[in-house]
């Protein structure tokens, strides 16, 4: 069974760089046709899609975040990870990583599983 776990320094300072890493295990990150999604949830707001990877490596990210995110993959720690530069306390969220098909690039929830999520804080 595959399992997915967000982990993150859960603070930082506005203008800085964000980094989460979203572990796999139970399967490869390599595995076809899985695609590895990056959402997130400010307090009180809804869920927001941020961006995707591919079992092969192509990327997908959101129109309004497209400048700032990068999501990456390291296949022998079977990772993904997201960066997002510039961060704003509009930043402040739980960040969820989760596996899906072709068919949830965008906000599509409902994916078939999830990670538990890590809350990220921005402040200075």
């Known amino acids: 069974q595959v399992q997915l776990a967000e982990s993150g320094p859960g603070l930082v300072k506005p203008s800085q760089t964000l980094s989460l890493t979203c572990t796999v295990s139970?399967?490869?990150?390599?595995?076809?046709?899985?695609?590895w999604t990056w959402i997130r949830q400010p307090p009180g707001q809804g869920l927001e899609w941020m961006g995707a990877i591919g079992y092969e490596g192509s990327t997908y990210y959101s129109p309004s975040l497209k400048s700032r995110i990068s999501i990456s993959r390291n296949t022998s720690e079977n990772q993904s990870a997201l960066q997002l530069t510039s961060v704003t306390p509009e930043g402040t969220a739980v960040y969820y990583c989760a596996r899906g098909g072709m068919e949830h690039i965008g906000p599509r929830w409902n994916l078939e599983v999830w990670g538990q999520g890590t809350p990220l804080t921005v402040s200075s």
């Open positions: 139970g399967g490869s990150i390599t595995t076809s046709y899985y695609y």
